[in-house]
Each structure stands twice: as C-alpha cells, then as structure tokens.
C-alpha cells in the first residue's frame, strides 16, 4: 500500500506542475492543444473546444502540448493558430507560462511545509527539524521517551510517563536533570556506584498519579549522576504567520543545499554516491510514507521543491532554458535560432546525463544489496 500512495503521491505533483503550465497557458491566451493525466497510449478522452483532455495508459505523469513550442511545427499552420502560438508570443507570456510549472511546485512544497508546522505533526515536525537542524521544530517535555536496558530507571518507569514533580518540586527537563544529578554516593565516586538516598519523583500513568523512588547511579563517562531515561519532545507550536516564516526557511535550507550538493557531485566521489534518480527517490519516499503520513507528506514536500529547483535551471529542455532564451530574445531585439538554443544547452545536458546515470548506478547498486 505504502509504494501505491508513493506513487500517486509523485505523479500528483507531476500533474499539478503540468496543470501550472496549462492554467499560464489558457489564462494569456495561448493554444493548448491536449491536457494529459498519464502519457500515450489514449484510454479516454474529451475535446472541449479547442483543447482535448485525455487520460493515458501509463501513469509516470502528465503532459500539456501547446501549440508551437518551436517556429518548425507551425511553418504550415493555419494564421489564426499561429498567431497564438507559444513561439510567436511576447517574451513575457511565454516566461510566465514557463514558469507557472515549477512555481507550482514551490507552493506545493511551501503549504506541505506549512500545514505540517500548523498542525504540529510529530513525526512531520520531527522530519522538518532533520532538514534544518538549525530551526527547532520539537520542545522538549517531562514524559519519557526511552529507558536505557539494566539501569536504575528500568522497572520503574515506563514509556510514556509524564513527570509532574521532582524531590516536591514541578518538573522541567532542567530541573529533573539538576535534581537527580544532586544526588551522591556514599564515599569515593567510582563508575556506577548508587546514590545513599533516592529520587523522589511523581508521574503521571495511565490517567493516575503515582509516586515512585529511584536511585541513581553515578556514570563516568558523562561525569554525573543518571537514572537511566530519555526525555520526550512534542511539536513546537507555530502560529499561521511563523509557520509560513518557518516554512519559507526550511525550503530556502533545502534549495542552498541541493545546489551545493549538485556541485560537489562533480568534485567529490562521496557526493555523488548519494545522487539518485527517480528510481532510488522513490524507495525513500515508500520508505518515508511507510513510516508515516508526517514523514511522507514532508517528503513530498521535498520532492515537489526539488523538482521545482532542477526545471530552473538555464538550459533545454528544462524551463530554466526556456527563460533563459526569451530573456535572451528581449534583450536582443530579435528571436534566437532553435539550433544555437540547443548548442548552447548541450553543456549543460551531458552534465545532466552523467549525474543520471551516476545517479542510477546508484540505485541499482541500492536495490541489488
């Protein structure tokens, strides 16, 4: 189930890029002439006035066809379609439609980033704060997390308990560490040696209230007394405005570090062992889904952002080259030949290929074990 809904989880973001083009496209008045969900062969399909929406026989997509990318495919068309062509419009009409695509994208990736913020999913949040650990998506709390196997603690506590009061004094993280840290051993500190008095402390179970003692025992390697249990944490709670805040930062982290990442994968062979292709980001994202619907959504948020990021950049097919070559029409007064287009982005896509096929190497050395 968790690889069905990583699957339709990508494709949808897929098609809502796909669907930016063709709202860009429709709203500045160029032809569109087929709105696919999947790609060819055609199941179904409608035509509503000018365009045909189709659905297709292989779910890895979806595509928008708009009329006259390129000078060449409208050489014999009609005037009244031509004139509507994407390659015989303004500068600015085809950049806006360019980037509708991957704009999309952004604004999936901000409100998966945003709503999970908001609604202070753990297991999101969680996610969030590894991607950043500069910003603390978690607070620390008084329930207990962990209990470590043969300490003090095990038998005692248990998972889940919430610590009210310590030694009669209400609890906080700090201060429960302080009190239990207070006590000694009677005589010379040697390594797990016991406390002469135990901790008092209340906690909350089960919807009852008890109290229980413990004694500590003194751990050299941290220099202090321990009990021998971790504390939980809970989601940080964020407002709609820090959450969008938030948010922003957390895709502006994740987009410093795929541009870096991308550059030290032609530099570094350590780096471009963790390049994938779809093929190995699909793995993590079941892997993600499967752990749970705070981690997958999180990293479909990441996905959408990358996807955004990489269409960006300046050289064809991508729409980055699209831009790219309309700004370069604007300034110079006059249109670009398709030929030097694509002379000029062949650097950039033979570095594209060798990250792809480094990258599925890496995948099928991933899969094989």
Known sequence: MSWVLTILGIVALIVLHELGHFLAAKAVGMRVERFSLFFPPKLVGMRRGETEYMIGAIPAGGYVKITGMTPEEIEDADPEVA?????N???WKRIVVILAGPGMNLLIAFLIFWAILVSASFNGDLTLGNLNPSIKTLVPTTSVLAIEKGKPAQGVLRRGDRILTVEGKPATVSSAMRA????RCPGVLAEGCRAATPVQLTVRRAGRTLTLTVYPRYSREVGKMLIGFSFGAAPKHFGVLAAAGVAVHEMWSATTSLLSGIGRAFTSSKARHEVHTIVGIGEITQEAVAAGAGYGLVILGLISLILAIVNLFPFLPLGGG?????LAEKL????VSVVAMWRFSSVGIVLFAFLFINGLS????RLGG
């Open 83 to 87: 004139a509507r062509a994407y390659c």
């Open 89 to 91: 419009q303004p500068p």
């Open 180 to 183: 239990i840290a207070g006590h």
């Open 322 to 326: 699209h831009v790219a070559w309309a």
């Open 332 to 335: 110079r007064g006059r249109r």
């Open 362 to 365: 890496n995948d099928i050395s």
